[in-house]
């Protein structure tokens, strides 16, 4: 699982840094220079959608070839990676652009993005309550119906 958190840089200030077991990158750091149809192949998002991160400004700023091409990093598949979970939770677009946004504006906005997270999270557990009450009724038709069958048929 990613998550974001913040984690203590050797200079002593705190940076946002997606951890938690994060994934083995295809490449090591320093060699990590991928065009945008690898990116494609790496994380099942679209090139459109990709270029649409870029252009609401929900991705940061990717570096360019002297030709102009995408040139993603490690740290912007780690971003990405942080993105899909929040697209899990439903997390509105204009939230996640924010929370980008506060991100790049550094760690004065360390409270701000903490209640975006903490907002999102209730919503995601009021969700699951939601669903958990689901199962529960599915599961009881279930039993209703594995039990119908198992008594004899009258004629």
């Not at 998002?45 to 490690?74: C, F, K």
């Not at 697209?87 to 677009?93: A, E, F, I």
């Not at 506060?102 to 557990?125: A, N, Y």
Request: hydrophobic share 35%; proline share 5%; net charge neutral.
């Amino acid at each position: 699982m990613t998550v974001m958190e913040t984690t203590p840089a050797p200079a002593r200030t705190k940076v946002d840094a997606c951890s938690a077991a994060p994934e083995a990158h295809p490449r090591p750091d320093g060699q990590d220079r991928y065009t945008i149809s690898e990116v494609v192949a790496f994380t099942g998002l679209t090139a459109h959608t990709l270029r649409w991160y870029e252009r609401i400004g929900l991705m940061p700023d990717v570096d360019r070839s002297h030709t102009g091409q995408r040139r993603y990093t490690n740290r912007d598949l780690d971003w990405l990676a942080f993105v899909g979970k929040l697209r899990l939770t439903g997390m509105p677009v204009a939230h996640m652009v924010r929370y980008a946004e506060l991100v790049r504006l550094g760690e004065h906005t360390f409270e701000e993005r903490k209640e975006l997270l903490e907002s999102t999270r209730r919503d995601v557990l009021n969700r699951m309550a939601e669903l958990q009450d689901t199962l529960a009724v599915l599961d009881h038709k279930i039993n209703f119906y594995a039990g119908a069958r198992q008594a004899p048929e009258r004629a």
